[in-house]
């Protein structure tokens, strides 16, 4: 019973290791689905830092005088460039954020699944344990016994002399 207990117990640790593995991978993928979409909000706040800069100096040159409609429509085309530059930067965040959902529930759920495999083994140690002291006791209850039947042969066995 102590082998089969032992082996169930490295089958389980075995188990958990493979799982842990499996965590450590997909660490990686959540951190690698992190990196991508910091770089895609890296791009949208260099775009709305662009127009922000932009914005400035179209101001100064606005006050600096008066100017032609082709210049006034100029500005205004490429402040809609801006928005739509930056809508789209914003769009291309959208794939990067579910990957990252995405790979996070994954990992959610191999630490469960770790969790789960930890339970196991701790309750096979458990088990294992409480056989060998169910074993160690029923050894103790049969050496009394041994030494009470012992003890019963000795006081009885005056007795059966005097019989005879």
């Known amino acids: 019973?102590?082998?089969?207990?032992?082996?169930?117990?490295?089958v389980r640790e075995m188990r958990r290791d493979v799982v842990l593995a499996q965590v450590r991978r997909q660490e990686a993928a959540v951190?690698?689905?992190?990196?991508?979409?910091?770089?895609?909000?890296?791009?949208?706040?260099?775009?709305?830092?662009?127009?922000?800069?932009?914005?400035?100096?179209l101001t100064s040159q606005m006050l600096a005088g008066p100017h032609s409609a082709r210049e006034l429509a100029g500005a205004g085309i490429d402040w809609?460039?801006?928005?739509?530059?930056?809508?789209a930067a914003r769009e291309r965040t959208l794939p990067p954020q579910e990957r990252l959902r995405e790979e996070t529930q994954k990992l959610e759920a191999?630490?469960?699944?770790?969790?789960?495999?930890?339970?196991k083994r701790?309750?096979?140690?458990?088990?294992?344990?409480r056989l060998e002291r169910m074993a160690a006791q029923r050894a103790e209850a049969a050496e009394e016994a041994c030494?009470?039947?012992?003890?019963?042969?000795?006081?009885?066995a005056p007795l059966g002399r005097d019989d005879v």
Request: charged content about 40%; aromatic content about 2%; glycine content about 2%.
């Open 147 to 156: 030494a009470e039947e012992a003890a019963l042969r000795t006081a009885i």
């Open 110 to 119: 191999l630490r469960d699944a770790l969790r789960r495999a930890d339970a």
């Open 1 to 10: 019973m102590d082998r089969i207990i032992a082996k169930l117990t490295r």
């Open 122 to 129: 701790d309750q096979a140690e458990r088990t294992g344990e």
């Open 80 to 87: 809609q460039l801006f928005d739509e530059r930056i809508a």
């Open 31 to 57: 951190e690698t689905a992190r990196d991508a979409l910091r770089r895609a909000e890296a791009e949208v706040t260099r775009l709305i830092e662009a127009k922000i800069a932009a914005g400035r100096a």
